[in-house]
């Protein structure tokens, strides 16, 4: 958790003030009524030093009234604003409280830009963005804390076609319009800082709610933007450096806007973690998306990166990884474990495993299925390279019965 440091300039203060005072005291004293200055201005310091500052002394941070405790390790599953407010959050509590599952992802800002609970206060600016599906915050909260369930908000940044939308200046432009991906989704643009403080405040809220760890998602560029940011229209801000290459502009506005969010988190007590592609602890920086592995990992508490099996081509020798999830994730493990030994302050590793079966991949024939063998693997593979926290996703929120959560 953080450690700020409160009270410093308090002690530099009261110190010049005093060694100023006896200074004076020193001078315009008689010699032999100098050691009862000295004495007298010793112990009004350690008087008001234990006025001011107790010991130990207390930082200032938040309080929401909720008591969580970090658990043994964490071990969770991804919860959208549905199911946090609908029929599926009994199911997902019966499953964690029966289970060593312990730990919810719930959405609150979820993929398109919606706000997954009504914003009361219509001067923010995504309050036009909030949905009801969340109804009672406090009563989801209570309910989680009662059951000893840890809380993290995912909260998703840069893909927000809602934002997008509403400040096409804050977006990319293709001829005069907001640009979309094939899928019609439309993302902000990272180097405009006015993009970092919304999504900021949306995570301030979060952490006032009670949750314990801000998760952001899609801190990134769109996939491929290599191929396009020289076409599209867009604003670099302050990134606009002439020794810096495009790569480099963009690795550095991501880095720099997750080394920000952790600083302006610290006075609320949350962890902060980040999403990244698996991918990218294989190659020293995403040319497109602009996300560098140990850069985010050195500014963050936790790091997830995203290892589905089946989001991988051909990679560490295996032809297909889909079909192989103890290998693709125990090949990973190894290169991540790699990497984070290089950092002085590494943070916790806990990536995401699949628990969905990969249709798409096989158009002509029966797909792999994914069930309790293939969740397992996965989890064996990261237990067996000393991993011990994971995310399970399934879009649905639909996960298999009957796996082994804690194969220790």
Do not use: C
Request: hydrophobic share 35%.
């Amino acid at each position: 958790m953080k450690n700020n440091k409160i009270f410093a300039q308090i002690l530099i203060v009261i110190s010049v003030t005093l060694l100023f005072g006896m200074s004076i005291h020193a001078e315009e004293e008689e010699e032999e009524k100098e050691g009862q200055v000295v004495q007298l201005h010793t112990q009004f310091s350690t008087e008001l030093a234990e006025k001011v500052l107790p010991d130990p002394v207390p930082r200032f941070v938040y309080q929401t009234g909720f008591d969580f405790e970090y658990p043994d390790a964490v071990r969770g599953v991804y919860v959208t604003g549905h199911s946090a407010g609908g029929e599926r959050f009994n199911y997902l509590t019966d499953l964690i409280s029966s289970t060593a599952l312990n730990t919810m992802v719930i959405d609150i800002k979820d993929d398109f830009g919606n706000i997954t609970y009504k914003v009361e206060d219509e001067d923010k600016l995504y309050s036009e963005f909030s949905q009801e599906y969340i109804k009672d915050p406090q009563a989801m909260m209570q309910e989680l804390e009662e059951k000893e369930i840890y809380p993290v908000a995912r909260i998703v940044v840069f893909k927000d076609t809602k934002l997008a939308e509403k400040k096409p200046e804050w977006s990319f432009k293709e001829n005069g319009s907001i640009w979309k991906n094939g899928k019609g989704e439309a993302f902000v643009n990272p180097f405009i800082k006015d993009v970092w403080e919304y999504n900021l405040e949306i995570a301030k809220e979060a952490a006032k709610m009670g949750f314990q760890e801000i998760q952001f998602d899609y801190v990134r560029f769109p996939e491929g933007f290599e191929k396009r940011d020289e076409s599209l229209e867009y604003s670099r801000g302050d990134f606009d450096k002439a020794d810096l290459n495009n790569i480099k502009e963009r690795v550095n506005a991501v880095t720099s806007f997750v080394e920000y969010a952790n600083k302006e988190l610290e006075a609320y007590d949350v962890d902060v973690s980040v999403d990244i592609f698996g991918y990218t602890a294989t190659i020293e920086e995403a040319p497109g998306i602009g996300q560098n592995f140990l850069q985010i990992a050195d500014n963050v508490d936790v790091i997830s990166s995203m290892i589905y099996p089946s989001h991988w081509t051909s990679y560490f020798g295996i032809e297909n990884p889909d079909t192989e999830p103890y290998k693709l994730v125990d090949e990973y493990s190894k290169k991540e474990n790699e990497l984070l030994g290089q950092l002085e302050d590494r943070p916790i590793s806990r990536p995401w495993i699949q628990d969905f079966t990969a249709s798409w991949l096989y158009p002509s024939g029966q797909a792999f299925t994914y069930g309790k063998e293939e969740v397992e693997a996965q989890i064996r593979a990261l237990y067996d390279n000393e991993i011990y926290e994971y995310l399970i996703w399934n879009a649905g929120n639909q996960y298999t019965e009957g796996v082994n959560f804690d194969p220790k």
